[in-house]
């Protein structure tokens, strides 16, 4: 089993910056793809970034720009740096590990208002 914990969510102005990150422990046996989702209020859950095991990012367009995605493989642990915040960027923020199935975190909100 693999555990993900997500941190460093909360409240941000419009334009104001914020960095999650994603701890994770378990029945790790390699370098996987790893991403950040998110899901608004009335909303489906989507992309936001992502970076595979090689380490090829992919972002979503309404991101592209603003956010970084990182990983410390030593730590197991990967991170969303969020700049240039909206109020459309409100949402619950998921991160995800494949490893033979999707896992899961919690989430964390992150609330920006305008």
């Known amino acids: 089993q693999v555990q993900l914990v997500e941190s460093g969510g909360g409240l941000a102005q419009a334009g104001g910056s914020l960095r999650l990150s994603c701890a994770a422990s378990?029945?790790?046996?390699?370098?996987?793809?790893m991403g950040w989702y998110r899901q608004a209020p009335g909303k489906q859950r989507e992309m936001v970034a992502m970076m595979s095991s090689g380490g090829i990012t992919n972002y979503a367009g309404s991101v592209k720009g603003r956010f970084t995605i990182s990983r410390d493989n030593a730590k197991n642990t990967m991170y969303l740096q969020m700049h240039s915040l909206k109020p459309e960027d409100t949402a619950v923020y998921y991160c995800?590990?494949?490893?033979?199935?999707?896992?899961w975190g919690q989430g964390t909100q992150v609330t920006v208002s305008s």
């Open positions: 995800s590990l494949i490893q033979g199935r999707n896992y």
């Open positions: 378990g029945s790790i046996f390699s370098i996987n793809d």
